[in-house]
């Protein structure tokens, strides 16, 4: 399925969308353990995938309700938790995995793992280590399609953590005064690292911050794919139309802990267990049911997207390391093998 | 393909033509030239709609419009990470920083996006960003608009580091600069903007090649952007004593021109190395450690006491590395 046709956008395909972004992450994070945690533990000899691991657990309806409506040639800018967004782009699965693994394979050659995710090649230019890094890109994609007069727009993905970082108001900002073809997705999970954002920020969040620049914005449930399908389907209409920038400030919840190896425990227990009762794929799939899909052909989706990452990990584990002189190239043309 | 060039105020400019101009004015004639055969170059910073503060970008608006010569917010974070994005995106922006020390609001997306993009990702993408960031002492400036720091660019992978020092090069360089495909910090010297000189139109300059400026013997001074000048001004006062110094402008920290510098160390057993910038952990140490091990030759380093700039004339001028203080150390050199 080509999951950046419109058909992307019908119910079962976003079903299919966070389905595969749930079973690539629950096995990402299986295979990352005594891997190397934010805490300075070193990695183990076990670990698969070695580097911090940042999961989008209980998040998977933003990115599946967002890029549905999003083609090969529109960008997008993602976060150090991207994995959904650069599958939802429409990147190769088993290639993603092999990046996470470091093999030659891999989108980045096995120079980039997790936390630099991308697929150039559908328009996803990059997940990044820095908080906020990815808003100014975003922007710069998005003026240089304004300037060559392209018919494709960028969507920029961020936290609720990024929103205190200058870059953001300086994107936004800027995006505002170009009238640029941006659509900013805020996927507020609540936790910015393993502190909570709420007492962390002045004011009422992304949307308020946007409207203070004059860009027009939704709130909207980011647990309920639907309804964030729906939403995003206006919004990505509006800046297709040159209308410029808009912001869909989704409400969600981090449900892992800020790496795969983290545990969360400086978090109440309550607040997880209340999260875990909106858990978008759950929801989605009773609706489903209720609106008369049968239980059999979301089996199938699930057991096909299992069997994919399966497959995928396989791959992965047998695909060869990157050639060591890979770890001297594309640095820079200029001066090229001058490397003392 | 019309290979003439509007100088900003003036007549056409044809290619192999030498004309007298200032340094400013050769890199608006560099940046002109190249907008006007590549579509894809931008130019995006503050005030560089009027001409940019030091006339740097002056009639390119004029020329191209505003929507290709960007005048932008003060926000040097979204200007060069606005600047990634273009690049990546197929544009070819020159980034306007006004001076290095406002570059400092930029680093993330200078360090960690532009530098490391094309590397990260596994060759996905380019990022050809000529990042233009002034440096050096702006005369009674004080600390945040003085800083020399070729050499915190020279250490990061990825980057380009140019230093031009001459009307001619910064015609010559900064176009080079535009056709490298890398992400160049371009670091002119603020106070060379008056600077001028001979340039010529059709001469190109390749980047890491450095400029032999005076040829002599008795040792090896390396130099680049402003302190090149005051370097020939020593060189001169060394020779009317018998000392006769092979004097080399760098013209690019990185790469550098290894091979000139180290024929030179070899035929003069002697290497000064003279910078603006701090001499604790400036590019000065680089040469200077490089040549010591490749040609067993003596060296020095000048640069400048590790303190701030300051305002009043005689605490800047602590900061500042004068003809007398050249001399003095290619003498103790050659003792």
Redesign the interface.
């Known amino acids: 399925m080509d999951l950046t046709t419109p058909s992307a956008s019908q119910p079962l395909a976003l079903y299919r969308t966070m389905v595969r972004i749930r079973a690539f992450e629950n096995a990402a994070e299986a295979a990352s353990q005594g891997g190397v945690s934010a805490y300075g533990q070193q990695a183990g000899a076990s670990a698969k995938v070695r580097g911090p691991l940042h999961l989008s657990t209980g998040q998977e309806a933003v990115p599946a309700g967002v890029c549905a409506h999003l083609r090969p040639s529109d960008?997008l800018?993602s976060t150090h938790r991207g994995h959904g967004h650069t599958l939802a782009k429409g990147a190769d699965l088993a290639r993603m995995m092999c990046e996470l693994f470091g093999k030659a394979t891999?989108?980045?050659?096995?120079?980039?793992g997790s936390m630099?995710i991308?697929?150039?090649?559908v328009g996803m230019?990059?997940a990044?280590?820095?908080v906020a890094?990815g808003?100014?890109?975003?922007?710069?994609?998005?003026?240089?399609?304004k300037?060559?007069q392209r018919d494709a727009i960028?969507t920029c993905f961020f936290g609720d953590g990024a929103i205190n970082r200058?870059?953001f108001l300086?994107?936004l900002?800027?995006a505002r005064?170009?009238q640029l073809p941006v659509l900013f997705v805020c996927e507020d999970n609540r936790w910015s690292a393993t502190t909570a954002s709420g007492p962390m920020t002045a004011g009422d969040g992304a949307s308020a911050r946007a409207a203070a620049m004059d860009i027009e914005s939704r709130q909207v449930d980011g647990n309920d794919v639907f309804a964030v399908n729906e939403t995003a389907a206006g919004l990505v209409a509006q800046v297709r139309a040159g209308s410029g920038p808009r912001l869909l400030h989704a409400l969600t919840y981090r449900v892992k802990g800020h790496v795969s190896v983290d545990l969360a425990a400086y978090r109440d227990p309550a607040e997880l267990q209340a999260a875990l009762q909106t858990d978008p794929i759950a929801r989605a799939r009773a609706h489903l049911l209720r609106s008369g899909t049968a239980a059999a052909e979301l089996d199938a989706i699930e057991n096909r997207a299992q069997a994919e990452v399966d497959a995928a990990l396989a791959e992965a584990d047998a695909a060869p390391w990157p050639d060591v002189q890979a770890a001297f190239?594309?640095?820079?043309?200029?001066?090229a093998g001058?490397w003392t | 393909m019309d290979l003439t060039m509007q100088q900003p105020g003036a007549g056409r400019f044809a290619f192999g033509e030498v004309r007298e101009m200032s340094y400013a004015q050769a890199a608006a004639m560099a940046v002109l030239r190249e907008m006007e055969v590549d579509s894809r170059v931008v130019v995006l910073g503050e005030d560089v709609g009027r001409g940019g503060i030091f006339g740097q970008y002056a009639g390119l608006q004029a020329r191209f419009g505003a929507e290709r010569v960007i005048d932008t917010p003060i926000s040097e974070a979204a200007i060069m990470g606005a600047g990634v994005g273009m690049a990546l995106a197929g544009l070819r922006p020159v980034v306007e920083m006004r001076v290095v020390d406002f570059a400092l609001c930029g680093m993330d997306e200078l360090v960690n996006q532009a530098a490391k993009n094309r590397f990260m990702f596994g060759g996905q993408g380019r990022v050809p960003l000529v990042a233009r960031m002034p440096g050096g002492i702006w005369d009674a400036s004080a600390a945040q608009h003085s800083q020399s720091l070729e050499a915190w660019f020279a250490h990061l992978p990825g980057l380009v580091v140019v230093c031009p020092s001459t009307p001619q090069d910064n015609f010559s360089l900064l176009r080079a600069a535009m056709h490298c495909g890398d992400p160049v910090a371009y670091i002119e010297h603020k106070t060379l903007w008056g600077l001028r000189g001979e340039v010529d139109a059709g001469q190109t300059a390749k980047l890491g090649e450095g400029r032999r400026v005076r040829s002599g013997n008795a040792l090896t001074i390396v130099s680049w952007s402003r302190q090149v000048h005051v370097c020939e001004e020593a060189c001169k006062a060394l020779a009317a004593e018998g000392i006769e110094a092979d004097l080399i402008d760098l013209r690019t920290i990185w790469p550098w021109d290894r091979e000139m510098v180290l024929e030179s160390c070899a035929r003069t057993g002697r290497l000064l190395v003279v910078h603006e910038a701090v001499q604790t952990a400036g590019f000065g140490a680089e040469i200077a450690a490089s040549a010591a091990e490749a040609t067993g030759c003596r060296v020095a380093r000048l640069g400048a006491p590790r303190i701030p700039v300051g305002y009043a004339p005689i605490l800047e001028a602590q900061a500042r590395i004068d003809v007398g203080k050249v001399a003095g150390a290619a003498r103790r050199l050659i003792d």
């Not at chain 1, 891999?106 to 980039?112: I, M, S, T």
């Not at chain 1, 808003?135 to 399609?145: E, F, N, R």
């Not at chain 1, 190239?329 to 001066?335: F, L, R």
């Open positions: 960008y800018t891999g989108f980045n050659g096995g120079k980039g630099h991308a697929d150039f090649s230019l990059g990044n280590g820095v890094a808003l100014p890109i975003a922007v710069g994609a998005a003026h240089a399609q300037i060559q960028t200058g870059p300086e994107a900002n800027w005064v170009y190239g594309d640095v820079q043309d200029t001066g001058q």
